[in-house]
């Protein structure tokens, strides 16, 4: 298909379909939709009972008759029937209020996806509706929705830290010329933390909780002043509901692994970098976005140990999808960082 034909307008949609949000933006108005990526469904009839905020406070506590699932792990479809509906739910929610009907749409995907994974959100997003459906690598989008020139022949670093990976690139020309996709992102962080209180505290708390604690208290380096809160759980040894103090100490040791593994990608992904464009970025600095981006002192301790100055993108939960919208509004100079020449119906 010569995207140049194509007749852009305000129907077009960018997605991040993202492990723990999906984002939509909706070319001339931004973001218009940011849901948890969870739906909850009727074990008998199969039928939606609720999507995103709602659906993830029904995580843990859902009577037998109801299943509420995370059906994205990873970056990637694992429940391929219940993406699908939740797509078609949260797809239908934005075209009927801002009357889109079958939109175009370019989604950002893991730069490790395999043709199998590939294949599967394609069919997905035209089963939930969408008229066609392009692919992009989640670090050439979250590139763009930073504002970063990705055109240019210069070079530039960008780290994506969602929820299932953390992607790491380098692009230049409007292409990625060397990358690393690890699955150790945000939930990594959260087990972590799950994990930590269990070991050093004999409490249990839930993956929810664990997530609060890591954006409440969550830091990559020692706070000057140090954060402390009272958290309630269930004693190890007693079974019991119990309250436990958990301080900022606390929750940078519990995510130092996985914070570890992060930084280790990105000093892989330097060391196999051209010198030229290696350079280039020793000015240009690294970008941080998606979730793991807001963690309190990440770019400071990125910055410590590759001598590299390091920034957060302005909206870094938001780079994906304004960057997949970018792609919309810009088609003809664009089209060249597109995975695909488009599916449709």
């Not at 969602?162 to 292409?175: K, M, N, R």
């Not at 004693?235 to 900022?248: E, Q």
């Amino acid at each position: 298909m010569n995207l140049n034909l194509l007749n852009f307008n305000s129907k077009d949609i960018g997605m991040d379909l993202g492990t723990a949000n999906i984002l939509i933006a909706l070319k001339g108005k931004g973001i218009v939709l940011r849901e948890p990526s969870v739906v909850a469904l009727d074990k008998v009839t199969g039928e939606i009972v609720a999507t995103g905020k709602e659906a993830r406070e029904m995580l843990g506590r859902t009577p037998e008759n109801i299943k509420a699932v995370k059906p994205m792990q990873d970056g990637v479809i694992a429940d391929f029937t219940a993406t699908g509906l939740m797509l078609k739910n949260m797809l239908r929610k934005v075209c009927q209020k801002y009357n889109a009907g079958k939109p175009r749409v370019v989604v950002g995907v893991p730069s490790g996806i395999t043709e199998v994974e590939r294949r599967a959100i394609e069919e997905a997003f035209l089963q939930a509706n969408a008229k066609e459906v392009y692919l992009i690598q989640e670090p050439m989008a979250a590139a763009i929705g930073a504002g970063i020139n990705v055109k240019e022949p210069m070079g530039h670093m960008i780290v994506d830290i969602g929820g299932g990976t953390t992607e790491v690139a380098v692009i230049s020309l409007g292409g990625i010329v060397a990358s690393n996709s690890i699955r150790v992102a945000g939930n990594e962080i959260d087990e972590s933390i799950v994990e930590y209180l269990k070991n050093y505290k004999g409490i249990a708390i839930g993956q929810t909780a664990a997530e609060g604690l890591k954006i409440e208290l969550g830091c990559a380096l020692p706070l000057v002043s140090e954060i402390t809160k009272e958290i309630r759980g269930r004693d190890l040894d007693t079974g019991l509901p119990k309250n436990v103090t958990v301080s900022s100490k606390d929750i940078e040791l519990a995510m130092r692994k996985p914070i570890n593994e992060i930084v280790e990608a990105i000093i892989s992904t330097l060391s196999v970098t051209p010198p030229e464009l290696a350079s280039d970025i020793i000015v240009n600095g690294i970008y941080l976005a998606g979730g793991g981006a807001q963690i309190r002192n990440l770019d400071n301790l990125i910055a410590q140990k590759t001598g590299v100055q390091t920034f957060v993108a302005d909206t870094p939960l938001e780079c994906v999808a304004i960057g997949a919208g970018k792609v919309l509004e810009n088609i003809d100079s664009l089209k060249s960082v597109l995975m695909n020449s488009g599916k449709k119906m």
